[in-house]
């Protein structure tokens, strides 16, 4: 329909193929990797990473980044957990206030990127991730906190059905935002705005579309989204830990991000792309834990897999200016 | 080694850009100890010719001499090394490091492996001294003016030894004492037996330094002379003397209301006190040389850049415009000079360029409408022949004449009152310019607005119904079509600071 999807479709059959041949890979080589429980419990780790990549595809298509999006869940969780502790039991009430204490993060955010003019959201983002990773501890007193409410934890441990130990209400939830977000990529104005402020910042902004707003709207929805994926982590984990917020979560979900063909010079990526990106990291980890691969391991072929995919996007960049030099010179 | 007549030569020189002949045949002989000014329009070669001469751009036919022998430069150290160095416009200064440190850059003096900073600043401080320049090397070269950036630059170039020196508008940010020191040092690199190429939009420079000067136009050699065989007529005549082709369709439309009216805009250091009226049916041409103010005014009005003070009037109502959203309401469309820096998402297709000014119209509630985008889209490329395969083309792949379409269709879509074109048809072939132009009159028949700021003269003189001369952020005078002063030697006398008499 629109050249969105035309534009990547070479990039991403590659993609698919990749995920096809690990999970080949990991079926012959290890018969526990295709049991249903397995199964499912690789789509509960896809959704974890699932709600941070959304938040961080929309910095990304606007040439920025969201390395708060992990400090960020942590917070949200352990902000419920800590007002739980002070009486606060209504589970619903607890998830909005969680959800809008992620969305004002990422105001914040986006604030700091465009009205007060921070250099580069790498500044803004990087510092409040540690702003977060304090004040998770500072709420929690440290400690972890368990007990939530059913209704809290419903989304990160409801499951549907009995193959494998049912299928995972949060990874239903996931689909539905991916599809609602791609649609709204796709076929609204403010979607589209966001990818032309990441195409050209400048040209956008001069044909009347107010690019701050767009970018500050980028960040908010990237803090609602680290605000779900921290509820989520309570159903699974059934606790709310502060330590957490120094977990590689931002990686993995830049990861997921420019493996689904993302780029950091902005203007690029989809919804679907992101999806694959994240079962392509889940597998991987699930793999590694299948084959018992040392976790210092995984850490060192997951970084490499980061590198190889922005270095790829870097050479296709390459090849593509070459290609119109040649065309222009004709 | 013997003496050659001339330090550098350039024999029958071509180069080819995609589109375009940039030099064509150029021919430029700099004496040992001469100040040799070149002066061009905007758009003559200068810029392609000191590029040339510094293995920036290889020629594609012609030689280059130097000291009478032939050199190939197929990349910027060769000409270094071949004595060849340029001040440009837009200085290469560290800021933050020290002067020491901006003259040495990759040629550092060692004791062994560590730098050897004491004769770096002994030497410096030598070099600087020789220049008229009593300084402390050691001071970061950010804390002092511009004069004495430029001269760290030319110091630079003394290290090397260069036989010649590219000065590349070289007085255009500097103050009147600054100038002065400039030229003084000018003479004392003169007599040491250095050549200058001495690259300049100021008439009374060339007269006062130069002793001789070479004038091209359209990438081609026009002539060289001694300075006192040069007048400022005759230079301004050699410079524009193009005839005057059918190349511009001009159709009148009828005039109209005062569509944008400004008074008195301000900028600091850049616009002083522009006043200016535009009204429907006519073309406002906004002529002056590059760094006039033109720019600055049209992205001001447009609320692209802040204003410092000053009125507009949009159909005889004054309005705060603070951004190109406010602007774009009140009815303003601005089509950039920067087609691909500040107008076209090039990563984009050409059905999202075009609606991207006009989201609203192109939407029923929170959804695009891909089908009415699509016919209005299919309708623009149709009626501005954009020649793209289809619709979902990236526009970075359409050549610059399409690009160009693909920009201004965007603005048609946003359906405005005045429309403001900046250096419409630079860089575009002349089929897509007369196309340019014919969206021009048509919008102008339908009682609409223009304003062009254009930097080329016949353009301005084909196409304007009125012309509005800028000169250093001020306006200099305001021409009608009907007028005596509407002539090349006339505007261009204004744009280079001359007064015309005020009947106009």
């Known amino acids: 329909m629109t050249k969105t999807k035309k534009k990547s479709g070479g990039l991403q059959l590659g993609t698919i193929l990749a995920l096809v041949i690990m999970c080949a890979f990991l079926a012959i080589t290890n018969k526990n990797f295709y049991n249903p429980s397995n199964i499912m419990s690789i789509l509960k780790q896809t959704a974890f990473n699932a709600f941070l990549a959304t938040g961080m595809l929309l910095c990304l298509i606007t040439a920025g980044i969201d390395l708060s999006v992990g400090a960020n869940a942590v917070f949200c969780a352990c902000l419920m957990g800590a007002l739980k502790e002070m009486g606060v039991n209504n589970g619903i009430l607890l998830m909005l206030i969680a959800i809008v204490a992620g969305g004002v993060i990422g105001f914040i955010n986006g604030t700091l990127l465009t009205r007060l003019h921070l250099p580069h959201p790498f500044v803004s983002t990087l510092g409040m991730k540690n702003v977060l990773w304090g004040l998770a501890l500072v709420v929690t007193g440290s400690r972890m906190i368990n007990n939530f409410p059913e209704s809290v934890q419903f989304l990160g441990k409801q499951t549907i059905g009995g193959w494998g130990g049912g299928f995972p209400v949060g990874f239903i939830v996931v689909l539905v935002v991916y599809v609602v977000m791609h649609i709204f990529l796709s076929r609204t104005s403010l979607g589209r705005s966001i990818y032309c402020a990441g195409g050209n910042m400048e040209a956008t902004r001069l044909s009347g579309i107010n690019t701050a707003n767009v970018l500050t709207f980028c960040y908010t929805m990237s803090g609602v989204m680290a605000a779900l994926a921290g509820i989520y982590s309570i159903g699974r984990s059934g606790i709310c830990n502060g330590a957490n917020a120094t977990q590689p979560y931002d990686t993995d979900a830049i990861a997921a991000c420019i493996i689904g063909g993302a780029s950091f010079t902005g203007g690029k990526g989809t919804m679907f792309g992101t999806m694959l990106g994240c079962l392509i990291i889940a597998v991987l980890r699930n793999g590694f834990t299948l084959l018992a691969i040392d976790s210092s391991v995984q850490n060192i072929v997951l970084g490499l897999v980061i590198i190889m995919a922005v270095l790829m996007d870097v050479i296709r960049a390459q090849m593509e200016a070459k290609r119109r030099r040649l065309a222009a010179g004709k | ?504």
Not at chain 2, 10 to 33: E, I, W
Not at chain 2, 270 to 285: C, D, N, P, R
């Open chain 2, 1 to 504: 080694m013997a003496e050659a007549e001339y330090i550098v030569e350039l024999r029958d020189v071509t180069k080819r850009f995609p589109g375009v002949v940039a030099l064509s045949h150029m021919h430029l002989a700099v004496k040992p100890g001469e100040i040799h000014g070149l002066i061009g329009e905007n758009g003559a070669g200068k810029s392609t010719l000191i590029k040339v001469l510094t293995g920036v751009h290889m020629a594609d036919e012609g030689e280059i001499y130097v000291n009478g022998e032939k050199m190939v430069f197929h990349n910027p150290n060769q000409s270094t090394a071949a004595g060849i160095a340029c001040v440009y416009q837009e200085l290469n200064i560290e800021k933050l490091l020290s002067v020491t440190d901006n003259i040495f850059i990759n040629k550092w003096l060692k004791k062994g492996v560590l730098l050897d900073y004491e004769a770096m600043h002994v030497k410096a401080k030598e070099v600087m001294a020789s220049l008229g320049q009593d300084i402390d090397p050691r001071k970061p070269a950010g804390t002092f003016g511009m004069g004495v950036q430029q001269m760290i630059e030319i110091a630079k170039a003394v290290l090397i030894d260069a036989k010649m020196i590219i000065m590349d508008e070289p007085t255009s940010s500097l103050g009147e004492r600054e100038v002065e020191q400039l030229m003084r040092t000018c003479r004392e690199l003169k007599s040491r037996g250095i050549g200058i190429l001495f690259v300049s939009h100021k008439l009374e420079e060339l007269f006062e330094l130069c002793d001789r000067v070479t004038v091209i136009r359209d990438g081609e050699y026009i002539d060289t002379r001694d300075i006192g065989d040069w007048t400022n007529d005759s230079l301004i005549t050699a410079m524009v003397g193009r005839t005057l082709e059918n190349q511009f369709p001009k159709e009148f439309g009828e005039k109209g209301e005062c569509m944008l009216k400004v008074e008195d805009l301000e900028i600091g250091g850049v616009l002083h006190g522009v006043s200016f009226e535009a009204y429907g049916g006519q073309i406002l041409g906004l002529s002056g040389l590059v760094g006039a103010g033109r720019t600055e005014a049209v992205r001001a009005i447009f609320g692209a850049d802040p204003l410092d003070g000053g009125k507009i009037f949009v159909h005889g109502k004054q309005m705060k415009l603070k951004s190109p959203k406010q602007a774009i309401a009140a009815g303003i469309a601005l089509l950039t000079e920067d087609r691909k820096g500040s107008g076209l998402v090039l990563p984009e297709s050409i059905r999202t360029n075009l609606i991207l000014s006009s989201f609203k119209k192109h939407s029923d509630g929170l959804f695009l409408n891909e089908k009415r985008i699509e016919k209005n889209g299919q309708d623009k490329i149709d009626s501005l022949r954009i020649k793209t395969p289809s619709i979902d083309e990236v526009v970075g792949q359409l050549s610059g004449g399409n690009q160009q379409k693909v920009v201004i269709g965007k603005w048609l879509n946003a359906e405005a009152d005045i429309y403001i074109f900046d250096e419409p048809t630079r860089g575009i072939d002349v089929g897509a310019k007369v196309e340019v132009y014919n969206v021009m009159n048509s919008l102008v028949k339908a009682g609409k607005c223009v304003i062009m700021i254009s930097s080329e003269m016949p353009e301005i003189l084909g196409m304007s119904d009125r012309v509005v001369v800028m000169r250093g952020g001020r306006v200099m005078a305001t021409v009608d079509r009907d007028s005596k002063y509407f002539n090349q030697e006339d505007i261009m006398k204004a744009a280079w600071g001359g007064s015309l008499d005020d009947e106009n």
